[in-house]
């Protein structure tokens, strides 16, 4: 700890409330003069009993108690003590697709769900900051860069399909989304990881690529679905299309593996297994940390404070014998 020169006091203009310490104090000395005459007036002395000869100090007491709560608001504080602070440079912001395509239940529940299960795990794990993106036709930030990982995840468990209200599925759209949320940090480590189906009716995907290339931001892509298909459940039946025939939905791989591979991120296929996600939570092991310290002022403002508690507490028992 270093000790530093002397008191100084955070909110040092707080102090000129002490100079209504002495008007409270004549207050209190004229209310317990006052006192006094009223009790003598109404009651003999015999019949008053013994008052408390102390008594008399209480103003004083309940006036130096005030003037010490008062330094003690002023926040006072001498030295500082030296701690150090860990920045960790990673960034991962997750871009969960909520298209009406993601509620097909063609890997034991619905896509979403098992996209959902997957991103809370990956925000769980995150070191560095988390965001949340989703979309449809059209991108939405639901939570931006963060450390509270832990609300992200509660977010993440929210979300519907189909809740943006923009049918369609645009992914370059959802990762230009994303990359705003960084650009005003550009020094900061930062991984994109898009979960869908892999279904994109969007035409920015290769200008999505690009960017990121030019940014250096790592694209890992997860693919939820089957290749082989399945039909989109709906409170009326199977989703139909505007010609009244079933909708039938593919997980496809070909944009996604485009994504990754533009970016030096990988791709990940229904990572189910208890060590599928490994490709991305490895990743948390070679964080870069920078290491600086800052100097803390040593609050004193409890030594103040105590005292008046004291004062306070000792002008309550000379209260004691009050007529």
Same mark, same amino acid.
């Given at each position: 700890?270093?000790?530093? =020169?002397?008191?100084?006091? %955070?909110?040092?203009?707080?102090?000129? +409330?002490?100079?209504?310490?002495?008007?409270?104090?004549?207050?209190?000395?004229?209310?317990?003069?006052?006192?006094?005459?009223?009790? %003598?007036?109404?009651?003999?002395?015999?019949?008053?009993?013994?008052?408390?000869?102390?008594?008399?100090?209480?103003?004083?007491?309940?006036?130096?108690?005030?003037?010490?709560?008062?330094?003690?608001?002023?926040?006072? #504080?001498?030295? #500082?003590?030296? /701690?150090?602070?860990?920045?960790?440079?990673? @960034?991962?912001?997750?871009? $969960?697709?909520?298209? @009406?395509?993601?509620?097909?239940?063609?890997?034991?529940?619905?896509?979403?769900?098992?996209?959902?299960?997957?991103?809370?795990?990956?925000?769980?794990?995150?070191?560095?900051?988390?965001?949340?993106?989703?979309?449809?036709?059209?991108?939405?930030?639901?939570?931006?860069?963060?450390?509270?990982?832990?609300?992200?995840?509660?977010?993440?468990?929210?979300?519907?399909?189909?809740? $943006?209200?923009?049918?369609?599925?645009? /992914?370059?759209?959802?990762?230009?989304? =994303?990359?705003?949320?960084?650009?005003?940090?550009?020094?900061?480590?930062?991984?994109?990881?898009? +979960?869908?189906?892999?279904?994109?009716?969007?035409?920015?995907?290769?200008?999505?690529?690009?960017? =990121?290339?030019?940014?250096?931001?790592? $694209?890992?892509?997860? /693919? /939820?679905?089957?290749?082989?298909?399945?039909?989109?459940?709906?409170?009326?039946?199977?989703?139909?299309?505007?010609?009244?025939?079933?909708?039938?939905? #593919?997980?496809?791989?070909?944009?996604?593996?485009? $994504?990754?591979?533009?970016?030096?991120?990988?791709?990940?296929?229904?990572?189910?297994?208890?060590?599928?996600?490994?490709?991305?939570?490895?990743?948390?092991?070679?964080?870069?940390?920078?290491?600086?310290?800052?100097?803390?002022?040593?609050?004193? #403002?409890?030594?103040?404070?105590?005292?008046?508690?004291?004062?306070?507490?000792?002008?309550?028992?000379?209260?004691?014998?009050?007529?």
């Amino acid at each position: 700890m270093d000790e530093g =020169a002397g008191m100084s006091f %955070r909110a040092i203009l707080l102090l000129w +409330l002490l100079a209504a310490i002495p008007f409270a104090l004549a207050f209190l000395v004229s209310r317990e003069r006052l006192r006094t005459r009223i009790a %003598r007036r109404f009651a003999a002395e015999r019949l008053r009993g013994n008052t408390n000869p102390a008594r008399s100090l209480r103003p004083w007491l309940l006036g130096a108690a005030l003037a010490l709560a008062i330094v003690a608001l002023a926040g006072p #504080y001498a030295g #500082y003590e030296i /701690v150090p602070v860990i920045a960790r440079e990673a @960034n991962r912001v997750l871009v $969960i697709d909520v298209s @009406n395509s993601m509620a097909a239940e063609d890997v034991g529940t619905s896509r979403l769900s098992a996209a959902k299960a997957i991103a809370m795990r990956l925000a769980d794990a995150q070191e560095g900051r988390v965001a949340l993106v989703v979309f449809e036709a059209t991108p939405e930030v639901v939570s931006p860069l963060t450390s509270d990982t832990a609300s992200v995840a509660s977010l993440v468990d929210t979300i519907l399909p189909g809740e $943006i209200g923009e049918p369609g599925s645009d /992914v370059g759209s959802a990762i230009l989304a =994303a990359l705003r949320l960084i650009e005003h940090d550009p020094e900061q480590k930062v991984d994109l990881v898009v +979960l869908s189906d892999g279904e994109d009716q969007g035409t920015r995907v290769t200008e999505a690529v690009q960017r =990121a290339r030019a940014k250096g931001v790592q $694209i890992s892509t997860i /693919v /939820v679905g089957s290749p082989t298909g399945s039909t989109i459940p709906s409170p009326r039946g199977p989703l139909r299309d505007d010609s009244g025939e079933v909708v039938t939905t #593919y997980a496809r791989t070909d944009v996604m593996s485009e $994504i990754a591979r533009g970016t030096g991120g990988v791709m990940l296929e229904n990572p189910f297994g208890a060590d599928a996600l490994d490709p991305l939570l490895g990743k948390q092991g070679t964080l870069s940390k920078n290491t600086s310290e800052m100097r803390v002022p040593v609050d004193r #403002y409890q030594w103040p404070l105590g005292l008046a508690m004291l004062l306070f507490l000792a002008g309550s028992v000379l209260n004691r014998g009050a007529e």
